[in-house]
């Protein structure tokens, strides 16, 4: 007999165990089928990651009738089947529905202690995704979803599903679900901070607040939290945990599902790089059955961007998400400004000897893994190059995204480009620089805010000292939040962004996407946007337009983005590749005009020469490389 247990102390794993009875060619198929999941054991047992025990459940049914062996499930795993059973049924009821009942919606949340009005739209969202077990808001940023998700908790809780509720989201994200809370609730929740590692939860918690980071490393707490009460989990920018089992805060996520009752996630920006960023995503709502929702072709990543992937793809989900476009929400209207600059001499330069340096270095034809990793370095010197070549020199700033961590240029043996680089700054500045010193000169006069973007913190460091007459205010992954324990009169993230909605002196917020994306509305104090840079990060880029293009905005009001592009360089190439990516969300999820309303022009954005389909973005980095003059 080979016997099979739940255990969820801690990380939920199948325990799995043959006695020497048990046939051999039975063991070996489960050994094989259970491979990939594996994480301990010896010859006569083995220890599985629960969500692969559940994917093989037909290979556990089949060893029977193949091997003539049963396969015994323990009392604990039986009870997670028949859960499992439950929501596929509901779920599988509820996608021959077409259309979901608000009737009597809005009483049952007065009911339920739900003070704020909804709009039709977060209404019909809400009835909607009270129909399935567990459901998905893709609405675009500003459309409410954290009101929605509040409402969805309200009604949950009436209805005595759940007790209390567990949201997980960025520490940017926090003030808008305590504010929001205050102003649904007649009576306000027990709100708590998670504070990680060693802080204590009170047991009389409505709502507790932790970020991804904290849940990977104090697992064992939160996920006690959530399985002591009937618990229900909300991802808030839920994208965060698109690298699923691979990456740490996935994994974690992942495995608190099967402790949750209920569990929804929220986010505007679903699946940035393709079709296979959903695949995480319905893992934690539907664990065990990702694989009986999302077709076979959606897990290979790097087809995530086909035609084909992306259509069978918006089918198969389209029944277990809502979305909100931004043209339902009817904002005012966008303008997209992008400005095609020539670099001076000396940064031209100083790029092409770059160019000239990388381009000799690779055998461009077989480009193996190692070369990759090495491609991803160098895209930050080109982006560096084609913004302010003094970056080089310098390397990332401990603020900086940990994605784009790297050192200095190392420039032994080449003197050349170490000459050009000690010559320029006492030579030139920037024509992106001077460019925003126009813009920001200009906006001053007419009373105007600008909101200014840039993936590098050097780069926000340096423009705050050059645009120092305006007072900037600066926000990046090195600005603490008020979240966190720091001592009085440290300058946070929240004092900035309010220096920059209050103060009439402060009339430019410097800011990195990395950082403040997410959860920061700033739509009633700035309408204008540049984006000194630009990465291959098409989340980043859709959330951080978000910020100043929300509901809410006055009628007549015009919301500009300018791109500031350096002609010839890197630039061209990520602003081909954001405009696939867009373009790719935008059929995944059957919103067309998020193509429109997130880019300058489709067509423009990929005709300098930019090859829009490449496998990758290393690839198209290499592409760069081979191409340019």
């Keep these: 007999m080979i016997y099979s247990e739940l255990h969820n102390v801690g990380r939920p794993l199948v325990f799995v165990k043959r006695d020497f009875s048990s046939n051999q060619g039975a063991w070996a198929r489960i050994q094989e089928v259970m491979g990939r999941g594996v994480v301990g054991g010896d010859k006569d047992t083995m220890d599985v990651r629960v969500d692969v025990f559940l994917a093989e459940l037909d290979t556990i049914r089949d060893i029977k009738r193949l091997f003539g062996e049963s396969v015994e ?45 909804l709009k039709p739209f977060q209404l019909a969202n809400i009835a909607r995704i009270l129909q399935l077990p567990h459901g998905a808001d893709f609405s675009v940023p500003g459309a409410g979803k954290t009101t929605v998700g509040l409402a969805n908790f309200a009604l949950s809780k009436h209805r005595g599903i759940v007790q209390r509720l567990l949201v997980i989201a960025p520490i940017s994200a926090f003030s808008a679900w305590k504010e929001d809370s205050l102003l649904c609730f007649i009576c306000a929740p027990n709100i708590v901070v998670h504070g990680g590692i060693g802080s204590v939860i009170p ?89 009986q929702i999302m077709p076979k072709i959606a897990y290979e990543e790097r087809n995530g961007r086909e035609e084909n992937v992306l259509l069978e793809t918006s089918t198969a989900i389209k029944k277990y998400f809502v979305r909100t476009t931004k043209s339902e929400l009817e904002l005012p ?27 000799d270095s690779f055998k461009l034809e077989t480009t193996g893994r190692r070369e990759f990793d090495r491609l991803g370095r160098i895209m930050m010197y080109l982006l560096e190059a084609a913004t302010n070549p003094m970056l080089l020199r310098a390397g990332s700033d401990n603020g900086d995204d940990p994605l784009f961590i790297h050192p200095p240029i190392e420039l032994n043996g080449n003197e050349h480009l ?15 620089y001077k460019r925003i010193a126009e813009i920001v000169a200009a906006a001053t006069q007419r009373g105007e805010k600008v909101l200014i973007w840039s993936s590098f913190v050097r ?49 430019v917020l410097l800011a990195n996407p990395a950082a403040c994306g997410e959860g920061v509305s700033l739509h009633h ?62 059929t995944l999820m059957g919103d067309p005009g998020l193509v429109r309303l997130a880019l300058p022009d489709i067509d423009s954005a990929t005709s300098e020469g930019v090859e829009p389909a490449l496998d990758d973005d290393l690839t198209s980095i290499l592409a760069h490389l081979r191409n340019a003059p």
């Design 203 to 291: 047991t009389r918690t409505d709502i507790l607040l932790t970020n991804y980071n904290r849940v990977a490393a104090d697992y064992d707490q939160i996920r006690k939290f959530v399985a002591d009460a009937e618990t229900h989990i909300i991802l808030d920018e839920a994208h965060r945990i698109k690298r699923g089992a691979l990456g740490v805060h996935g994994r974690a996520v992942l495995d608190l599902a099967y402790a949750a009752r209920r569990r929804d996630v929220l986010t505007g920006t679903p699946a940035p790089q393709g079709a296979h960023d959903l695949v995480a995503l319905v893992s934690f709502l539907y664990p065990g059955q990702d694989r």
């Design 459 to 507: 780069n926000l460091k340096a423009l705050s000292k050059y645009l120092s007459t305006y007072n900037p205010a600066i926000v990046h992954g090195g600005i603490p939040s008020l979240e966190e324990p720091l001592p009085p009169e440290m300058i946070t993230r929240e004092r900035e962004f309010n220096r920059f909605r209050y103060d009439s002196t402060c009339t």
């Design 418 to 432: 170490l000459e050009l680089l000690d010559s320029y700054n006492n030579y030139e500045t920037p024509w992106k």
């Design 73 to 117: 499930l323990g009392p604990k795993l039986q009870s997670q089947l028949k859960s499992l059973v439950k929501d596929k049924r509901a779920r599988e009821g509820v996608l021959e529905t077409e259309t979901a009942n608000t009737t009597g919606l809005d009483e049952e949340l007065k009911l339920a202690g739900f003070k704020r009005i």
């Design 333 to 359: 209207p966008t303008k997209f400004v992008q400005e095609r600059g020539s670099m001076g001499g000396l940064q031209q330069a100083i790029y092409s000897a770059l160019i000239g340096r990388y381009r």
């Design 525 to 586: 104090w700035c309408h204008h946007a540049i984006y000194l840079d630009r990465t291959f990060n098409a989340g980043q880029f859709l959330q951080s337009q978000d910020r100043i293009h929300r509901l809410g905005l006055a009628d007549g009001t015009v919301t500009q983005f300018t791109l500031l592009t350096s002609a010839g360089t890197i630039d061209e190439t990520v602003n081909g590749r954001l405009a696939e990516k867009v373009a790719a969300m935008a």
